[in-house]
Every structure is written in C-alpha cells, then in structure tokens.
C-alpha cells in the first residue's frame, strides 16, 4: 500500500464515520481521474484531549492500548471500504497512516510532510451552538491547511 513515486497523494483524515466514508470515495473517484495515489489518515486521538475515545468487547478481561483499537478500526474500515467498491481501481492501492495528537494538527502536519495535493475531509456540517461549543476540525483544516481543502457531507 504504498504511494505511486513522483505523484502527490490526495490525504483523507478519516474518523470512521458515514461522512469520512463518503470523503474516502469522492478522493477514490478523483484518483481515478488524476492518477494521483489517495492516503488515508486516522488520528488517534491523544489520550490527554479525549480519554477513552474508542471502546472494544473483548472476550477476555484484559487491557488493550487505544492505539491498538484504533489500528484494528482503522484496518476494517478500510478494508470494508475496499471490499464494498472492488470496482475502483485507486482503492485497490489506498495507503494508510495513523498517528496519535490533536486531530487538526496532525492532519496538518501530514498534508505538509507528504506534499499533499488536497484534503478530501468528510464533516457533518453542525451548525448553530453546537458548532460554537465544539468548533469544526473541517473548518480549522479548510483555514490553515495550504493544500486545496474538499469537504464532502453523506
């Protein structure tokens, strides 16, 4: 799963939602266009922002590391998306990444270090108070990330 040499990656933060999903596609399609390889970004959330952020059954009673979950989240939606639409050849070469910090800060740190050619982000477009209260990271990606920003609603 890695990035076609010389080609600038189209970068998908995803947070496995239906938007993120929907985000994860429209990137697809555009890639079959361009050529351009499409990387797709989970960012565990740091533990200190959001503990408790994922949750797991496990059969055993034992302690699993939040990234660990995340990993194995991370892998079946992927793999769900990738199963569900055989039919698109980009998906077929999807790489993946996933890292641990603040959201917004490392979908920005990963745009820049990989030479992104835009974000295709999904969000779902709160509005109103709940937006005061709680902020977007969309919109936060859409001011500060220098690469051309998609943002794509299910």
Do not use: W
């Not at 699993?64 to 199963?83: H, K, N, T």
């Not at 790489?95 to 603040?102: A, D, P, Q, S």
């Not at 990989?114 to 295709?120: A, I, L, T, W, Y």
């Amino acid at each position: 799963m890695n990035a076609k040499k010389g080609k600038q990656p189209i970068l998908v933060p995803v947070d496995f939602s239906a938007h993120s999903k929907a985000a994860l596609l429209k990137a697809c399609e555009l890639a079959e266009c361009t050529g351009e390889p499409v990387l797709v970004l989970h960012v565990v959330h740091d533990p200190a922002d959001m503990p408790g952020y994922y949750g797991a059954v496990t059969k055993k009673k034992e302690l699993v590391r939040i990234e660990d979950l995340a990993q194995e989240s991370f892998d079946d939606f992927v793999r769900g998306v990738m199963e569900e639409h055989r039919d698109l050849e980009s998906v077929k070469s999807i790489e993946t990444k996933l890292v641990v910090g603040l959201p917004v800060n490392r979908i920005l740190e990963v745009a820049d270090k990989k030479h992104v050619s835009m974000v295709v982000m999904g969000s779902q477009g709160r509005t109103g108070i709940k937006h005061l209260m709680l902020g977007s990271k969309a919109e936060q990606v859409v001011r500060l990330c220098p690469a051309p920003v998609m943002i794509v609603k299910n």
